[in-house]
């Protein structure tokens, strides 16, 4: 799948812009992410100056079971295959450096303030906020979501990793008001995606009683399945994010065999969801 048509791409030509023949057409795409099989990029979300994109299993160097673009290290995949693999993604995104996180289903949010002098992986937080531009900041999932967050007035931008636990604990608003405090973000300008991810198809936890709080009870769609999505829509909305700025990809990883999927097959790769601001 491939959605890297910018929103506008379909309007008739210089419709809503002033004429510019002298530009190649791709300096008119939003963000700078060539197009790729295995990138999708979620309409409504883009601007000139972000780059962003969800990374599928393919285009990698891996071998099976992490066929083949894993991007995370310790699951049994060589770390020069994963070395390579991000390689990968830096090119495509146009960023020399990556900022990611050893993932511990917390709420710590960490805030990149400087260009690293080479890629960073910070140890135990769940979210990444930035207003530093040249560098993508990188989640690793199989299953969880990717929640993207972009302040379009502030220039300021956080991605989130999002899993049953994180929605417990409210990852999303921690991000939001972390951005708020670090870049004076007001949540009314901020534009929000989720990433691919357990859709409300495959999310089955049939020790919810025990497992999830009484207050996600009412997302349950039918025995035992729950909206995770609906979840982090409601999540953004009561941080103060509009409900028009919401994109909710709506693919399901564990049913889409392009993605990695903890669920439907334990021993697997993760792929990434990246975001980054293109320049100054
Ligand atoms: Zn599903």
């Known amino acids: 799948m491939s959605m890297n048509k910018s929103p506008d791409e379909d309007k008739p030509p210089n419709e809503d ?12 795409k939003q963000g700078c992410l060539q197009p790729a099989e295995n990138i999708l990029i979620s309409p409504n979300f ?23 673009n894993n991007v995370s290290f310790g699951l049994g995949d060589s770390s020069e295959n994963v070395h390579a693999n991000r390689e990968q993604i830096k090119k495509a995104l146009g960023f020399k450096h990556l900022v990611s ?18 890629d960073l992986e910070v140890n135990g937080f769940d979210a990444l906020i930035t207003n530093v531009p040249r560098m993508g900041l990188m989640i ?27 929605s417990m604990e409210n990852i999303i608003a921690e991000t939001v008001f ?9 949540p009314a300008d901020v534009k ?4 691919p991810s357990l859709g409300p198809c495959c999310a089955e936890f049939v020790n919810f009683r025990s497992e999830l709080p009484a207050a996600l009870h009412g997302y349950q769609v039918r025995p035992d399945y729950f909206d995770f999505w ?45 975001i980054g601001i293109r320049e100054a």
């Open 17 to 28: 812009k002033p004429p510019n023949e002298d530009k190649p057409p791709d300096e008119d």
């Open 46 to 68: 883009s601007s000139s100056c972000l780059v962003h994109g969800t990374f599928n299993r393919h285009g990698g160097v891996s071998p099976s079971p992490w066929d083949s």
């Open 101 to 118: 996180a050893k993932q511990v289903h917390g709420s710590n949010v960490y805030i990149a303030d400087d260009i690293p002098a080479g």
């Open 140 to 166: 690793q999932q199989a299953d969880c979501q990717a929640v993207f967050l972009f302040d379009p007035e502030k220039k300021a931008l956080g991605i989130a990793h999002v899993g049953w636990r994180g």
């Open 178 to 186: 972390a951005m708020n405090r670090a870049f004076s973000t007001e």
């Open 192 to 195: 929000a995606a989720i990433s």
């Open 230 to 274: 609906a979840i982090s829509r409601d999540q953004l909305c009561a941080a103060g994010i509009r409900p028009e700025n919401i994109h909710i990809t709506a693919i399901c990883t564990r049913c889409d065999q392009n993605f990695f999927s903890y669920r439907r097959d334990r021993v697997t790769g993760r792929f990434a969801s990246v």
